[in-house]
């Protein structure tokens, strides 16, 4: 199975820093990864899928980047909107499956 | 507008065995495949089973295959979780998701399974 892995599993920072999350494969995904975020008590939203694209309706300040084993999710001036926890996941064909990491959570200082 | 609900969630003893259902609206229902998601209380996303379009091909995370079965009604547009044998650590939010390519762009607003005595 491929396993995901984020980093930082948390981080605070101030309203207009840029934020920058991370996201590791086990082993080589191509372009197959998505980030969602999730505010408290509220349903996970896609922001970005295929690594860089994103989705309708989300704010530019978001953005993507990756391909094979590491990717990484940009939040360009943080808003106190963005306090939430993004989870990465992937899909691997040869089974198939799908695997989500462990989530970061953002929080503003 | 797409809309996603669940229902069917509740208490249940371990070893007991429940249904979730979820109804969808607003898109072309055979045309898309569908997943379940779960939510542990305070924990991560967790994907559980996915069916596809047709219905034809299901698939499932190693920890509920052979307990539980997904399925589907594309006359009805009703998506299904029967979920039996459930243990403590299947309670979650269960949430029943629409897929784009390969990834989940509508989630249901959840239906909560408490498995505990």
């Known amino acids: 199975d491929i396993q995901m892995t984020q980093s930082p599993s948390s981080l605070s920072a101030s309203v207009g820093d840029r934020v920058t999350i991370t996201c590791r494969a086990s082993q080589g995904i191509s372009n197959f990864l998505a980030w969602y975020q999730q505010k408290p008590g509220k349903l996970p939203k896609l922001l970005i899928y295929?690594?860089?694209t994103l989705q309708s309706g989300v704010p530019s300040r978001f953005s993507g980047s990756g391909s094979g084993t590491d990717f990484t999710l940009t939040i360009n001036s943080l808003q106190p909107e963005d306090v939430a926890t993004y989870y990465c996941q992937t899909y691997n064909s040869a089974l198939p499956t799908w695997t989500f990491g462990q989530g970061t959570k953002v929080e503003i200082k | 507008e797409v809309q996603l609900l669940e229902s069917g969630g509740g208490l249940i003893q371990p070893g007991g065995s429940l249904r979730l259902s979820c109804a969808a609206s607003?898109?072309?229902?055979?045309?898309?495949?569908l997943t379940w998601v779960r939510q542990a209380p305070g924990k991560g996303l967790e994907w559980v089973s996915t069916i596809s379009g047709s219905g034809g091909s299901t698939y499932y995370v190693d920890s509920v295959k052979g307990r539980f079965t997904i399925s589907r009604d594309n006359s009805k547009n009703m998506l299904y979780l029967q979920m039996n044998s459930l243990r403590a650590e299947d309670t979650a939010i269960y949430y029943c998701t629409k897929h784009l390519l390969y990834y989940f762009d509508y989630w249901g607003q959840g239906a909560l399974v408490t498995v505990s005595s």
């Open positions: 295929a690594a860089s």
């Open positions: 607003g898109f072309i229902f055979h045309n898309y495949p």
